[in-house]
């Protein structure tokens, strides 16, 4: 994918990737949203504390940095019942 196709993507096509990319890096539960604070959109990834011992942080960075490029994605690793309640 080239660099221009990385910077034109909308924040709903990022979604779908890294909606993607959670599914083959996890078999944990997980939730992702839009989100925005003063620094702009980006996307939030809830991950249930347990999955932090299998879930391969540099792998998912280096794969995320592939398709979309720099843009943010924030991680927050939670206990499962937050990411439960928040995929209700």
């Known amino acids: 994918?080239?660099?221009l196709k990385k910077d034109s993507l909308?924040?709903?096509e990022q979604f779908d990737i890294?909606?993607?990319l959670i599914v083959d890096?996890?078999?944990n539960c997980f939730h992702l949203?839009?989100?925005?604070?003063?620094g702009g959109s980006h996307l939030m990834l809830y991950l249930p504390?347990?999955?932090r011992k299998d879930f391969d942080i540099n792998a998912f960075r280096d794969n995320k940095?592939?398709?979309?490029?720099y843009k943010r994605v924030l991680i927050a690793f939670v206990n499962e019942g937050y990411v439960l309640d928040l995929n209700k």
């Open 1 to 3: 994918m080239s660099k």
């Open 49 to 51: 504390e347990e999955s």
């Open 25 to 27: 890096s996890t078999d």
């Open 33 to 38: 949203k839009k989100a925005s604070d003063d």
């Open 10 to 12: 909308t924040l709903s």
């Open 65 to 69: 940095y592939s398709l979309i490029g």
């Open 18 to 20: 890294i909606k993607s």
